[in-house]
């Protein structure tokens, strides 16, 4: 099995919460807010949805609040179907959400308004990231860690890495392919798209993934001997 010359550090990220003291009553509003809110405000609400105890039946901020709060289910789909690690920028993602939701009010009555106190609340998030203090050297080792990690270490590095990292690629199948020289393994692990699935999803098919191969090899291994 091959070891690491540069050892995989995991890290950890956590996020603490700022209110921008924006806030929005129905979608003409919260159009407008989107064009206009930090690329911190428009990070949080789409790709750090994933970082979330609970990723609930939409997949960002804006379609979950449309789809529970206004139940305007027609455009929640619609958001709900905007995959942020399609675009190249925060704002193109940007963009895409207000170009759906001009479409929308055009072909609509009046927008509904939300109750008092269940309006959509616009947030920051202030993230940390610092080391958790695991270091492996091959893949046994880091399938090791991948049954212990938290969530927020899987989503710093197979979410967040997407666009963090100039190729656009995860942590994970980065150092497997750089480092390891397991081009076949990263790439599968390059497949799994992080918009379909949750990050104990990610887990889970990671390290199947990661199983099978170490299996595979400690296999050709005996046959060797």
């Known amino acids: 099995m091959v070891l690491a010359v540069t050892p995989f550090e995991f ?3 956590i996020g603490i919460l700022k209110s921008t003291g924006k806030k929005a009553r129905n979608v003409k509003e919260l159009s407008n807010f989107i064009g206009s809110v ?14 979330k105890e609970h990723v609930l039946e939409y997949t ?9 709060s206004l139940e305007e289910r027609s455009l929640a789909e619609q958001l709900s179907n905007i995959d942020p690690y399609r ?4 704002r193109d ?35 940390l990231v610092f080391p958790v203090g695991i270091w492996v050297r091959n893949l046994a080792e880091f399938l090791m860690a991948m049954k212990v990690i938290e969530r927020g270490s899987i989503y710093y590095h197979f979410y967040e890495a997407r666009v963090r990292v100039k190729e656009r690629v995860d942590d994970f199948s980065k150092w497997i ?10 790439m599968h692990i390059q497949s799994i798209y992080p918009f379909m699935h949750n990050v104990e999803e990610i887990r889970h098919y990671i390290g ?11 296999e050709r291994m005996v046959r060797s001997k």
């Open 11 to 13: 890290k950890q990220c």
């Open 38 to 51: 930090s690329d911190e405000c428009i990070f949080h609400h789409t790709y750090q949805y994933f970082l």
């Open 60 to 68: 960002n901020d804006f379609a979950q609040w449309v789809g529970e």
């Open 87 to 90: 675009f190249e920028t925060i």
């Open 93 to 127: 993602v940007r963009q895409e959400f207000q170009h759906v939701i001009t479409g929308y009010m055009e072909g609509s009555p009046e927008p509904r308004e939300a109750r008092r106190g269940d309006e959509f609340y616009f947030n920051e998030t202030v993230t």
């Open 177 to 186: 392919s750089d480092v390891l020289g397991e081009n076949d393994l990263a």
């Open 208 to 218: 199947d993934a990661v199983e099978e191969w170490v299996r595979k090899d400690m």
